[in-house]
Every structure is written in structure tokens, then in C-alpha cells.
């Protein structure tokens, strides 16, 4: 049985590919920084809590030795966690600002996938998807005609910028794992205020492809709900 572990899985994008998964057959583990509403979802969904804050090294420690007594070893990381920090007009952001969504957005990526390497190692088929965004892609960003190109957001745009690089880089240097960037798209969640036109199930297409499309896929791709895509 293929077990999956998700970061941010108390809510949106994470929640949905959480639900979706189990209906697949995955034993899904959810990943959550407060405690009760982590508790809370993974009771709904028929999975298990795995406290962790993708911010605090030792937090992340914590949930990878709880993962590694409890089930020994894990076949897909999701690496969904993310906040999107301040939107708009630049000229008043400041070091902060950025160094707190990075925090979450990649440097929590990194905190997460290399305490979670050695039990992604144990498996057949070890997958490691990260949900990035195509709001940091220069060419989606300068399209006229794709949503992206209308929003203002800095910090975040740099910081899916910054989470597709490094996804290829995981890429090109562990050959042994399958690692992927997924773009959920303009979907409706917390993070925009519900604004999105996509529904939470259509914003999880690509992530849920990406953890069920099994050996013999290429690794370092950028893949939409329609498929893979070019990054630039």
C-alpha cells in the first residue's frame, strides 16, 4: 500500500489531495502545524495526524522519527505547505516580509524533504512532489491572456520561482526518486480568498497524477491539471 505524507493537510489543496488519495487506496499521512485542526481532518478524512511546522527544524525531526516508528517508511512526499505573504504595490516590503514566506514556501521544502530522504529510500517507487505555481514563471507572469499576468505579488511569485529551480535541481542530483513541481492553478482557496474560478478538486489534478501515475515517468517536470508544461 502506498503510503503518502502531506504537508499542510488540514485545509485546502492539501485536504482535497489528502481525500482524494484515500479513495485511491493511499495510506495518507497528514501533516498539519496546529495540533487540533490537524487532528480535526485527518479524523474526517480516515488518516492519520502528524503534527509538524515546516519552519522549525526540530518540529520537522519530530514528525519524521514519529513516521519512521509508526509506518517505517514512506512512498510519496507532498510538500504542499504554503503561505503567500503580502500582495501589491512592492515599494514598502521589506527583508521580512520575503525571509517569512521563503521560510515556509522553499525553506521548509528543504527542511521537509532532506529529514524525510531516508524514509522515501525504503520504497519501491520513491515520488517527491512539490506545488509550486506557474505564478512564478516568467512566461506565464508577461502572458496577457493567463491570470497570473494580472496579479501583483512579490514575494510569493519569487518564491514558486525560487521552488521550481530547486525542484529540478532535486532532480538532476537524486536520480534514484522521482521529484516533480506541480501547478495547481487559480483555484479557489484561503489563499486568495476564494477568488480562484477552479474548484479544490480541479487545483489537486496535477498533484493527485503526480502521486499515482507510478514507475517509468520522468523526473524535474513542471505539470499542470492538463500536463507537463514548459517553466521559464
Known amino acids: 500500500m502506498t503510503i503518502t505524507f502531506i504537508t499542510g493537510a488540514n485545509k485546502g489543496l492539501g485536504r482535497e489531495t489528502a481525500r482524494r488519495l484515500i479513495e485511491l487506496g493511499h495510506t495518507v499521512l497528514v501533516g498539519a502545524r496546529d495540533p487540533e485542526l490537524g487532528a480535526a481532518a485527518a479524523d474526517t478524512l480516515g488518516a492519520r495526524f502528524v503534527q509538524i511546522d515546516v519552519t522549525d527544524d526540530d518540529s520537522v525531526a519530530a514528525a519524521a522519527a514519529e513516521v519512521e516508528e509508526h509506518e517505517g517508511r514512506i512512498d510519496v512526499l507532498i510538500n504542499n505547505a504554503g503561505i503567500h505573504g503580502p500582495f501589491g504595490d512592492p515599494s514598502e516590503l521589506t527583508s521580512g516580509d520575503l525571509l517569512a514566506v521563503l521560510d515556509v514556501n522553499l525553506l521548509g521544502v528543504v527542511r521537509t524533504t532532506t529529514a524525510f530522504l531516508p524514509l522515501l529510500r525504503r520504497s519501491p517507487d520513491p515520488v517527491i512532489i512539490n506545488v509550486s505555481s506557474a505564478m512564478g514563471s516568467l512566461a506565464a507572469t508577461h502572458d496577457r491572456s493567463r491570470a497570473e499576468s494580472g496579479v501583483i505579488a512579490p514575494v510569493y511569485t519569487s518564491s514558486k520561482a525560487a521552488l521550481t529551480m530547486l525542484t529540478t535541481q532535486y532532480a538532476k542530483a537524486l536520480t534514484d526518486i522521482r521529484i516533480n513541481a506541480a501547478d495547481p492553478g487559480y483555484t479557489a482557496t484561503d489563499l486568495n480568498g ?19 501515475e507510478g514507475p517509468g515517468h520522468g523526473s524535474g517536470r513542471f505539470v499542470d491539471r492538463h500536463g507537463e508544461i514548459a517553466w521559464s
Open 194 to 212: 476564494n477568488s480562484g474560478p477552479q474548484t479544490v478538486t480541479q487545483g489537486t489534478d496535477a498533484i493527485v497524477t503526480l502521486a499515482t
